[in-house]
């Protein structure tokens, strides 16, 4: 059967390296790409749609339109920008959710993938190898709303056999698009820095480690979800997933192996910190690596000398 995929929220992190990917495999004109800007340069390549996640009638269109057989929704607000619009990020992540799941149903969509993150835990989970199952308190409203989100996934995957699919995200990072508001951020625009000054203020301590995956890895095992057959998943909330761990001091000690002169610097105060130290440090993805046989591809080394290789012909 030919797809037909929406992917509503394409000009973001993720959306713009992920509409890439969908149309090399399934054709430009397969993949809808949509967003409530215009296009980026990245999605000009095939069909786009202006929406709004929040506008129901929007969305209806939508699906009347396209009769989706995969939606990916990833139109959402992260952890920083979302601690200065609570409200706003509660809204925007929730009704966006289960609007998409209830038009899922209408228009028996074959398969919705939908993003978690690390940001479901909180000061109370264990910080090294965060298993799959254990103490969830999280305290930003991005944190808090990824976590009810994926309890919906699942409630729709038991109630009315939506065959919703969910990773938790680590923080990504890559060279074709900006990060979007998040606590990771760092771990992009030190790269940028890096290039076009030579220094970098990094708003966390030297020592926070944090989970993080390059984007690369971060497409495949989207892919690698999206296509696994429904028997083999025994996570319908979001699945655990782990690449690297690192803190800013590594990466920029990284960073110096190809650009002896960087310079990084620390700035105090910055409530980024704050989340960032509630969260884990590196992730136990045992069940993606059993059911679908996750493995990342890309280490420290590895993604610091493939961004720069890159970057440098963008900047
Ligand atoms: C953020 O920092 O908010 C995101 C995430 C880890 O979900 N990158």
Redesign the pocket.
């Known amino acids: 059967m030919s797809e037909k995929i929406l992917v509503i929220g394409a000009n973001g992190?993720i959306g713009t390296e992920l509409v890439i990917a969908l149309r090399n495999i399934h054709g430009s004109n397969q993949v809808i790409a949509s967003d409530i800007h215009n296009p980026n340069q990245d999605n000009n390549t095939g069909p786009f749609e202006l929406v709004n996640v929040m506008d129901k009638d929007n969305l209806r269109h939508l699906f009347e339109k396209y009769r989706p057989t995969q939606v990916y929704l990833l139109a959402a607000i992260?952890?920083?920008v979302?601690e200065k619009q609570p409200k706003l990020a509660w809204d925007l992540n929730m009704v966006g959710l289960i609007q998409v799941l209830d038009f899922a149903v209408e228009f028996k969509t074959a398969k919705v993938f939908w993003?978690s993150?690390?940001?479901v835990f909180g000061p109370h989970s264990p910080k090294e190898n965060t298993p799959q199952f254990c103490i969830m308190d999280p305290n930003t409203v991005?944190g808090f709303s990824?976590l009810a989100g994926e309890r919906w996934c699942e409630y729709y995957y038991l109630k009315y056999g939506v065959d919703v699919r969910s990773i938790r995200?680590?923080?990504?990072i890559g060279w074709k698009s900006a990060?979007?508001?998040?606590?990771?951020?760092y771990a992009v625009n030190i790269f940028h820095e890096a290039l076009k000054k030579g220094n970098y203020e990094s708003f966390l301590s030297a020592g926070t480690a944090?989970p993080m995956m390059y984007m690369d890895d971060a497409i495949r095992a989207t892919l690698s979800l999206m296509n696994a057959p429904a028997y083999k998943l025994s996570i319908r909330s979001s699945y655990n997933l782990g690449g690297i761990s690192f803190t800013p001091a590594q990466l920029a000690e990284e960073i110096k192996k190809h650009l002896p002169d960087f310079k990084i610097s620390y700035s105090e105060n910055d409530p980024r910190q704050a989340?960032a130290d509630s969260?884990p440090k590196s992730i136990d993805d045992t069940y993606a690596q059993q059911d679908w046989d996750w493995k990342p591809e890309y280490d420290l080394a590895a993604m610091t000398a493939d961004m720069l290789t890159n970057l440098k012909n963008t900047i």
């Open positions: 992190q992260l952890s920083a979302g993003p993150s690390i940001a991005y990824k995200y680590p923080g990504l990060p979007g508001g998040g606590t990771t951020d944090l989340i969260w």
